[in-house]
């Protein structure tokens, strides 16, 4: 077994299966040991987890309160030629 510490990754996604608050404190007591900041940084990181809710879990047209899907334009998907000979040249001195 290693004798590194876990990363506060590691600790985070275990501490996230763990439903109770309670539980969860126990666990990180176990888990982080004595070190105070692998510690902090695992309950930052919870508490950020806890703040962003669900909002990656929506499409980003629900979350920004648009009525519907986005669509693009037809428009937009066709190419572009550029018929510039200042784009041709290689860039550099």
Known sequence: MSDQ???PETLLAAALEISGAAE???YLDRACGG???LRQEVESLLAANSAAGDFLLRPAAVGAGAAGP???PPV???PTVVNNPELARPAGP
Request: glycine letters at 0%; zero cysteines; charged letters at 25%.
């Open 5 to 7: 510490p876990p990363s």
């Open 70 to 72: 986005v669509t693009v």
């Open 76 to 78: 937009a998907l066709r």
């Open 24 to 26: 969860r404190r126990a």
């Open 35 to 37: 070190d105070v900041a």
